[in-house]
């Protein structure tokens, strides 16, 4: 009979890339890693690791193995929340993940609620954007995590992970002082770092605009972005959640964007198998409650932005 345990290294393994990172995540050595890895192998009677520079790669036999560990933890996972479900009260541990915007208006009103109707559950709150946090979510260092779509973006959805869309949230073009919006192009620009989901839909905006933005200050602090913008440094794209989130600030000149590409969807996303937990089901409720529509008055389009 194979050792769970032993499966669930070579599942981690499969996720995290290394034995060390194998072991950071588990609180053991590389070696008692490697050395529980090498008896599954003996069990298996396979080879299951071989080397690839200086890491190792699974081999298809342990990719049959890490496959059918997942359906079994997966099962694990129901038998949790059916037991959870069956009990008068709701307790243990819910980690949550959410990239910043959500994670300042959506997430404290939503503690709120859930420590006043569930006084036992214990809630922990990393602030991680979608590119980390849905690798987490996967490998269970999270439960839940909040995440983002960009218009006309679509990410790949991992199998294995079960989405329900939260809101939505528009997106405005914010000038700096005195800037005018045919000069778009000669302005400097903030944005989120390269490689991320919300830069490329927002270079990609830029250049069906005709332009290519000078990015000159680069974050994902979006709060950062609206300071800049605040103080005349830089052209920004603001989601109405980062203004709401932090009332009172100074005003900066702000048009809509294009129907079609001015509203980023916002979704929860958890393990399947672990999605009808009624932990996740109780966060993801308070999550829409404190879901608030932005009481911002209509603005002008940007015509630039809109060819």
């Not at 690839?52 to 996972?77: M, N, S």
């Amino acid at each position: 009979m194979l050792d769970l345990h032993r499966l669930r290294l070579l599942r981690e393994l499969k996720h995290r890339g290394t034995l060390a990172a194998v072991a950071e995540a588990l609180s053991y050595s590389p070696s008692a890693v490697s050395q529980q890895l090498s008896v599954l192998e003996r069990e298996v009677g396979a080879v299951l690791l071989e080397p690839a520079g200086r890491r190792v790669r699974l081999t298809p036999q342990a990719e049959i193995l890490a496959a059918h560990a997942e359906a079994v933890l997966e099962r694990l996972d129901l038998a949790e929340a059916e037991i959870a479900a069956s009990l008068a009260e709701l307790t243990g541990t819910l980690r949550v993940a959410a990239f910043q915007t959500a994670a300042l208006e959506l997430v404290p009103a939503a503690l709120t609620a859930l420590r006043d109707a569930h006084p036992r559950l214990r809630v922990q709150v990393v602030q991680a954007e979608p590119e980390a946090a849905l690798p987490a979510l996967l490998a269970r260092d999270v439960d839940l995590v909040l995440t983002e779509e960009y218009p006309g973006d679509p990410v790949p959805r991992p199998a294995g992970i079960e989405y329900a869309e939260l809101c939505e949230d528009e997106i405005r073009l914010a000038l700096p002082a005195g800037a005018h919006e045919d000069g778009l192009a000669d302005l400097p620009w903030v944005m989120e770092p390269a490689g991320s989901a919300a830069r490329h839909w927002a270079t990609s905006l830029c250049r069906a605009a005709g332009f290519e933005p000078d990015v000159r200050f680069e974050s994902s602090d979006l709060l950062l972005h609206r300071r800049l913008a605040e103080l005349g440094h830089a052209a920004a794209l603001l989601p109405d959640l980062v203004r709401t989130a932090v009332p009172g600030a100074s005003p900066v000149p702000l048009r809509r964007l294009p129907a079609g590409r001015r509203t980023r969807r916002i979704f929860t996303a958890a393990r399947r198998g672990g999605e009808g937990h009624p932990a996740v089901a109780a966060c993801r409720a308070a999550l829409r409650a404190a879901v608030r529509p932005a009481a911002f008055p209509d603005m002008p389009f940007s015509s630039l932005l809109c060819r």
